[in-house]
Structures are given as structure tokens and as C-alpha cells.
């Protein structure tokens, strides 16, 4: 049986190549034979948010005030589904197909969260230690105590490491992708970067889907996502996410997955794991 089924997964731009093996496990893991495009970038997301690896789900980075709020989307070519500074879920990308499925395209805070628990979701403490053990080397860097003051943690904003987990796949025809977050260090509660955001953290179109990780910030003033899956008509799958790499500012990391018929490709100017559906 021929499988027409293209996909390419990430562990976030930063993450060394050693967890491609990581990435791997998790399509392995989550991908079934049968599963359309929407519901395996689901599959795969969900499984490297159960990595503590990977900042998503129960690896997430832990915010300035020791919590932990995360964001996470959804897209097919249906509809767009999100949620963002989400709390306590396990897997906030089912939150975000939640809202797929609702009148709404993006909810954040306690909505997202009342609404997931309400839909049945797991619940989990994600701390772990080595997430605490960051946080508090990260503390101390700071000259105030007031750790929510925006103009200190200013100061470390080139220092921000941040990481996602995403997927694109492709499927008779059909394209969806998939993204999930703690979201980045020296963060204070409610700060939200590009991956909930349409056409910056990721972008489902005519021409195929794309998915970013990077700088959130500078993510969203590119729209890299939609940057590149708008070059793709023009330059192709591959050509189109090196030349979003390229334009990117060099002194910020980006890192670009996509798909469509012509198979997947990706493009970084940092380490990125990553992997690809095996047939």
C-alpha cells in the first residue's frame, strides 16, 4: 500500500540534534496508518508534550513567578484553533482542538483552561525539577526583586530562550499543522509569543503549512510563517524556507517547517531536532 502521508515534526529552534531521535519516537508513537493530516500533527505534538525534552506540555519552562502557562494551535483547512497562557492541562494542543471545533478560533487564561477541564482534559502538575533548577539560576540574575517588573527583565530580552514543538503533515490532498509551548524564559504571567498566533507561529494554506520557532517577538513581527508559505508558489517548498531564514535578523533564531505535495522540507539558522514520517 502506497502511503501518501507527508510529515515533518520539530523540538524546537535550539534543540540539539541529538533529540532528533526524540522527534522520531514521537511520530513514531503518535502516527497511525489512517489518521488524516489534522489528527497526526495532533498525535505527534501530544507525544512531545509527554517528552519533558522539549518545552511543551510537561517540559515547559517555568514563568518568573514559578508558574507555568503555555500556548498551543491548531489548523487545518477547515478551521484554526488556539489557546493561550493555558494552566494545569497536559496537552494544551487538544484545548486547541477544542476551540477548533467551537465558534471561537482563540481563548487565553482561565477561559482556555476552565474550558479544557470542562471537555474532560487531563490535568497534571508540570514542574519538574530541572525547569525549577532554571528558574532559579535565572532569579538570580536579576537585579530586582520586583521578578514581574517589565523594565529588569528588559534587560535579559536578548537572553530569552524560548522552544516549541510543531508538526506539518500533508494527506491526499489535505494539510494541517500543529504547535505547542511553555512558552520563554524571563517571561512574567500572560506574555504570549507567536506560537498561538496565525501566520506568525504557524500558517495553513493553498500553497502548504508551515510551522516557526524562534524569538516569538521578532516571529511575530516577521509573520514568518505566512512569509513563507507565500514564497512557496514562487520558489518551492525548501528554496521558500531558506530564503524567510535568510531574511530573518541574524542575532534572533528562527527555525521553519512545511510541507505540502511536493514532501516537506525545513530551514534554521540555529540547531533544530527534528524528523520525518519513515515509509
Known amino acids: ?13 535550539g534543540s540539539p540534534r541529538e533529540k532528533d531521535e526524540n522527534v522520531q519516537k514521537a511520530i513514531d508513537k503518535g502516527y497511525e496508518e489512517g489518521m488524516t493530516a489534522l489528527e497526526a500533527v495532533i498525535a505527534v505534538v501530544e507525544e512531545m508534550e509527554n517528552d519533558p525534552d522539549f518545552n511543551a506540555g510537561k517540559g515547559s519552562r517555568l ?22 497562557a493555558i ?35 487531563e490535568t497534571q502538575a508540570l514542574k519538574t525539577e530541572k525547569r525549577e533548577e532554571e528558574l532559579r539560576e535565572k532569579r538570580k540574575k536579576l537585579d530586582d526583586q520586583e521578578q514581574e517588573g517589565l523594565d529588569e ?12 514543538v510543531g508538526c506539518v503533515a500533508y ?7 500543529a504547535v505547542s509551548t511553555g512558552g520563554a524564559s524571563y517571561s512574567i504571567r500572560g506574555r504570549v509569543g507567536d506560537s498561538p498566533l496565525i501566520g506568525s507561529g504557524f500558517y495553513v494554506g493553498e500553497n502548504g503549512a508551515v510551522v516557526a520557532t524562534g524569538k516569538g517577538e521578532e516571529i511575530i513581527r516577521q ?6 508559505h507565500d514564497l512557496m508558489k514562487e520558489h518551492g517548498l525548501k528554496k521558500a524556507c531558506e530564503i524567510t531564514v535568510d531574511e530573518f535578523p541574524e542575532d534572533h533564531s ?13 530551514a534554521d539558522n540555529r540547531e533544530m531536532a527534528q524528523a520525518v514520517l519513515e515509509e
Do not use: W
Open 63 to 84: 514563568r518568573l513567578d514559578g508558574s507555568i502557562q503555555m500556548d498551543a494551535a491548531v489548523q487545518s483547512e477547515e478551521d484554526i484553533g488556539a489557546v493561550a
Open 87 to 121: 494552566e494545569d492541562i497536559a496537552n494544551p494542543i487538544r484545548a486547541a482542538k477544542i476551540v477548533h471545533d467551537s465558534p471561537y478560533l482563540l481563548l487565553a487564561g482561565d477561559s482556555a483552561t476552565s474550558i479544557a477541564k470542562k471537555h474532560g482534559l
Open 153 to 164: 527583565v528588559k534587560k535579559f530580552y536578548d537572553k530569552m530562550q524560548g522552544g516549541t
Open 254 to 266: 528562527l527555525g521553519l517547517i512545511a510541507v505540502n505535495e511536493e514532501g516537506e522540507a525545513s
Open 1 to 13: 500500500m502506497t502511503m501518501t502521508m507527508k510529515l515533518i515534526a520539530h523540538g524546537g529552534v
Open 171 to 177: 494527506e491526499e490532498g489535505k494539510v494541517a499543522a
Open 223 to 228: 509573520l514568518s510563517s505566512k512569509r513563507c
